[in-house]
């Protein structure tokens, strides 16, 4: 199984882990993830903006070269996979936005939403499956206790992320199962840590951080797990009234399947 | 600040304000409402009232994480998200109103923040 890879710029930098445990794991589960040559910064967050359409270009060049390519782009960063899905969306959806877009780009073939962009955790459930999965784990985390941090950027909005009901999602609890932990579910699993408002007002980035962590203790988890750089970033800095560890779900799987360094 | 029109909002958000049943859903469930002084519902009514001064002054529009639980919370589809990101970016269009500025950012930095944060608070908080 091949598929096309989107890093993101902070999986090259603060986030190396999450990528490097990705790649492993997908190693041992027989899947091809090539980095796509010419990626480049999303831009971290989609511009709600319909009229804003340059600070869109990089994704949708992005999304362009991944057509080329031929394969399902997967996405591991929750934001990432956010900004490129809408934009994706946008491209395909909105003939007012996606003519300016082809307009500025002058590509050859006009592009028009065609590739297929998938998280990293939707090709687990979808391509790979999780019964696979759980076949190949040599090293079950038998006994542990483990929160699914969605956050808010992997499943809404749902019209357009479809990757699990927003409100009551599965598939990291199903993530979880297949590695042999216990999931826990808890309250605050899609609500928002703060996200980069720890960059304008870090009072309240705290205050919603230490919802999450506080929420995902009380129901009893060791541990909480996200697919999002930031969100950890939130949960380990910003809930300064927990002490909950919280790692990249692709670590633990690397673990699971016995390839973690 | 130069006129901003309702119009000029409505387009930029692409929301059909008058969809909107006031049930104050969005507001319910939004994470920032206690530090918003107007909030989702009130972006929506003010909008549709043409009442853009107090929100175009209000530091509420940097309160907002697109988090996206009004978007998907709302019975009408309104996504009062988006008009809040309307009056945002009708402020920070008009020069010299970033919200945050290049040489501040070394301040904020610390060993761990990822840089989506950066890339991120570059683009909801100045053009
Ligand atoms: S979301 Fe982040 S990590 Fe992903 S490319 Fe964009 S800014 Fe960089
Ligand atoms: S960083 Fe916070 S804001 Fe972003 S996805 Fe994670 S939960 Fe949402
Ligand atoms: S939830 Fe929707 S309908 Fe209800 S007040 Fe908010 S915008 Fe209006
Ligand atoms: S997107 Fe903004 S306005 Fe809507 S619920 Fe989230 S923080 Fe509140």
Redesign the interface.
């Known amino acids: 199984m091949t598929f096309s890879y989107y890093p993101g710029c902070t999986l090259k930098t603060k986030a190396k882990d999450l990528d490097r445990y990705g790649r492993k794991a997908a190693e041992a589960l027989g899947v091809t993830l090539e980095e796509l040559p010419d990626w480049q910064c999303c831009g971290g967050t989609f511009s709600m903006s319909k009229d804003e359409i340059a600070s869109k270009l990089s994704a949708v060049r992005s999304l362009a070269s991944a057509k080329d390519k031929g394969n399902d782009l997967v996405t591991l960063c929750s934001a990432c996979h956010n900004v490129l899905k809408q934009t994706n969306d946008a491209m395909k959806n909105d003939p007012d936005f996606s003519a300016k877009a082809n307009n500025y780009m002058k590509l050859d073939v006009p592009y028009n939403g065609e590739t297929n962009v998938i998280h990293y955790l939707e090709m687990l459930r979808d391509k790979v499956g999780f019964d696979k999965i759980a076949e190949k784990v040599t090293n079950p985390l038998t006994g542990k206790k483990i929160a699914a941090y969605y956050g808010c950027l992997l499943l809404r909005p749902g019209k357009v992320m479809q990757m699990d009901n927003p409100e009551n999602p599965t598939i990291i609890e199903d993530f979880i199962k297949a590695i042999g932990a216990e999931p826990v579910v808890y309250p605050y699993r899609n609500e928002c840590c703060g996200g980069y408002v720890t960059m304008e007002d870090k009072a309240l980035a705290k205050k919603k951080s230490n919802k999450v962590a506080l929420s995902a203790a009380e129901n009893g988890a060791d541990m909480i797990i996200t697919a999002c750089p930031l969100c950890l970033y939130n949960l380990n800095k910003n809930a300064d009234e927990s002490d909950i560890p919280v790692y990249y779900f692709t670590e633990l799987l690397a673990e699971a399947l016995g390839v973690k360094d | 600040m130069s006129k901003v029109t309702k119009e000029q909002v409505l387009?930029?958000?692409?929301v059909n304000v008058l969809k909107c049943m006031r049930c104050g859903k969005c507001s319910a469930t939004c994470?920032?409402y206690d530090?918003m002084e107007y909030h989702p519902h009130q972006f929506v009514y003010m909008v549709e009232k043409g009442d853009l001064e107090p929100l175009l002054n209000s530091d509420s529009i940097?309160?907002c994480?697109?988090?996206?639980?009004c978007?998907?919370r709302c019975p009408r589809g309104v996504?009062p998200?988006?008009v809040v990101?309307?009056i945002r970016?009708a402020v920070l269009r008009q020069s010299g109103m970033n919200?945050?500025k290049a040489e501040n950012i070394p301040e904020?930095l610390?060993e761990?923040?990822?840089?989506?944060?950066?890339?991120?608070?570059?683009?909801?908080?100045k053009r």
Not at chain 2, 11 to 14: A, F, I, M, P, V
Not at chain 2, 65 to 69: E, V
Not at chain 2, 112 to 125: E, G, N, T, W
């Open positions: 387009r930029s958000s692409g994470p920032s530090e940097y309160k994480l697109s988090c996206y639980a978007v998907e996504e998200a988006k990101e309307g970016n919200h945050i904020m610390d761990d923040l990822p840089q989506q944060a950066i890339v991120s608070a570059f683009r909801k908080y």
